[in-house]
DNA sequence: GAAATCTTGATGTACGTAAATCAGAAATTC
DNA sequence: GAATTTCTGATTTACGTACATCAAGATTTC
């Protein structure tokens, strides 16, 4: 049997009144007194029940979760994992609101960051934009002692408590990597290889870009980056052309979020296909590419994780305890066709039963 | 405020206890009265409190693990991980009994499981080893009515209820794949490939090889599979042994656990190293190799979530509630030296403070 | 040495659920 | 219609912690 807090008032010979004040840095206790109650806490190594603790407390943490609209499979699934977090019978007390905002609009983000901090939540998360009006309204959200946490895009790290996403640099090194070796080696011969951004406006974008390049030998030759906007039809014209004036193009390299246009333009090409493409964020429609060789590989970053850890680390800060951060690094999953995890079952038609885990894996 | 079991029972118009009945299947409602209930949980939305109910109950689960002794990498990194859900403040209420078996000895492990089925356990999560002694003892472990998880290394399917680990089959077919891409085509040529395994004789190495063989073109040829029974010295002189007289080995596949031996005749070896050399499991060794450039790629099953797969699989188990399959899916990891993920903490020196989740991610 | 303050104990209620007991009410059997 | 069985309500205790209140003891202050 774990030990109760009537444990720790027997061994120290004091009061559960007394121990109470202890355990909840209340005042009114001497510090011989403080001292050893501590020394029994620790003589047989009580550790508070928190389940039994939040109950007593009945408490709640609201967070706000703020996070970008538009037809992006990945925002969207990590909407979808949002709102799992939402409708999870709140076993962690957990109350969240959601909050969707235009996408790529720094100011709608800011007055959704400061009309977040008037409903005083216990943390806020976002999915960032890199501009100077969203600086401002996380450090006025900092200011009023609201914890923030960043989601997926970062900001400044001066900006926000947290930032829940993986490493873009390492990112783009790893894309590089795969790169390099998905071309082959063809000895003294230079490949040429095309980069797909969204827009180099965004920081993520940039990040994984500088890692891509420094992964890459000197024997590949860059062609300027393709800025897609993230938009299906433009991304397509822009391959389409790239495929048609470029045939020798060895690899490119998907760095944003418009891929169906990038799967579209592919699939219509009729001429040889490039030796390697690899994107980023597995989403139906990327997987089913990896599954007909249009893409040789999937970078991702797991939203659910994301999520997960995101409410972890707010409440963490809540309540006051430091998150351990190495725990909390999301990881960069590399995808290949023979490697894809089970279709996530949220994508489909079956339910999970409430009450079962969450899918840490 | 969430409902209550009080507002179930005034919203169907009966008492604590019957919406207690009713609630716990215990017997003596009426059908009628029973449906009414039930209707009304439903119209409120009600969830039940776990952790109020779990506190009530004072319940816990026993588990036991039994896992291999040995200098395995990977085996210890799984036994810290269940000592870490044995120390974690049991906020799941989890009892985990831990017990080491000598290796690859099948007599061992059914006489472990044996001895835990008299213990009469909530659930047994095994390691185990494919022998007949031990599809036995699983088959009386089940019939005690006892959950049996198999961890890792898989039984036939008719011996346990679940397995938590990777697809075995999936992970051949992805190094072969990552293989054939790292060895790069020179036209017109076939490579050569060596396979090194642990022993042919667990299921696990032969379904990798099987996976490999199939993702592979025909391109390549295959030397005969090399067998280091997961012994250090014994790989060591094997792979020096290889490269001396195949200096035209393009790849190597190490599908077992003796990469320490691996590594280092790849590090004593003067001569040009192969193009490609994947491994399994990332571990302190693998990891410094990876980084060191003498791997290329490291696949891994996440021993973390497997065991915490393990156990939310086994308490659904005991409570009755089918586990969700697709949800307990341990993924495939790939890692190049670029996404590797941050060093895990519990092989350093920083402690992690109880409390916070379990990495979850 | 009386008054003020500080420290501690004793006790009770609460959180939401589980589980047991006992007493009636209702339905069934003969 | 009496005896039995089945169903339901009312009430209580418990889980481990939080929190508030009141009283009494110990200590300090002037």
Redesign the interface.
């Known amino acids: 049997m774990?030990p109760t807090v009537h444990d720790i008032a027997a061994e120290a010979g004091v009061s559960l009144a007394t121990v109470d004040r202890v355990l909840n840095r209340r005042p009114g206790v001497k510090d011989a007194t403080r001292l050893r109650v501590e020394a029994a806490i620790a003589a047989i190594g009580f550790?508070?029940?928190?389940?039994?603790a939040?109950?007593a407390k009945s408490r709640v943490y609201p967070f706000t979760f703020i996070l970008p609209a538009g037809d992006n499979s990945f925002m969207r699934g990590l909407e979808r994992h949002v709102r799992e977090a939402m409708a999870r019978?709140?076993?962690d007390r957990v109350a969240i609101s959601l909050v969707i905002v235009p996408p790529f609009d720094g100011a709608a983000v800011a007055r959704a960051l400061d009309a977040a901090k008037v409903q005083d939540p216990a943390g806020i998360a976002v999915v960032a934009v890199d501009a100077p009006e969203v600086m401002d309204a996380a450090l006025r959200v900092q200011a009023s002692g609201i914890p923030l946490v960043t989601l997926v895009s970062d900001l400044g790290a001066s900006c926000r408590d947290h930032f829940a996403g993986i490493d873009n640099h390492?990112?783009g090194?790893?894309a590089?990597?795969?790169m390099r070796?998905?071309v082959?080696?063809v000895p003294s011969a230079t490949e040429t290889i095309a980069v797909l951004a969204g827009s180099m406006l965004v920081r993520d974008h940039r990040d994984r870009l500088e890692?891509f390049r420094s992964?890459l030998s000197e024997t590949c030759t860059l062609l300027p980056v393709l800025e897609g906007q993230d938009d299906p039809a433009a991304t397509e014209r822009l391959i389409a052309d790239l495929l048609a004036r470029h045939p020798d193009v060895a690899g490119i390299y998907s760095l944003g979020a418009g891929n169906r246009g990038l799967i579209a333009a592919l699939q219509r090409h009729s001429g040889p296909r490039p030796r390697a493409v690899i994107a980023h964020e597995l989403t139906p429609h990327t997987r089913a590419a990896l599954e007909a060789d249009l893409i040789?590989a999937v970078l991702n970053q797991?939203a659910g994780?994301e999520v997960?850890?995101a409410i972890?680390v707010l409440k963490?800060k809540a309540d006051g305890?430091?998150?351990?951060e190495?725990?909390?690094?999301?990881?960069?999953?590399?995808?290949?066709?023979?490697?894809l995890?089970?279709?996530d079952?949220a994508d489909g038609k079956?339910l999970?039963?409430?009450?079962?885990?969450?899918?840490?894996?």
Chains 1, 2 share one sequence.
């Open positions: 774990r550790v508070r029940d928190m389940a039994a939040n109950l019978p709140a076993a390492a990112a090194r790893t590089g990597s795969l070796r998905f082959g080696r890692g992964a040789d797991d994780h997960r850890s972890r963490a305890i430091p998150a351990v190495a725990q909390e690094r999301i990881r960069i999953d590399i995808f290949l066709k023979d490697n995890p089970f279709p079952e079956v999970r039963p409430s009450g079962s885990g969450s899918g840490e894996n």
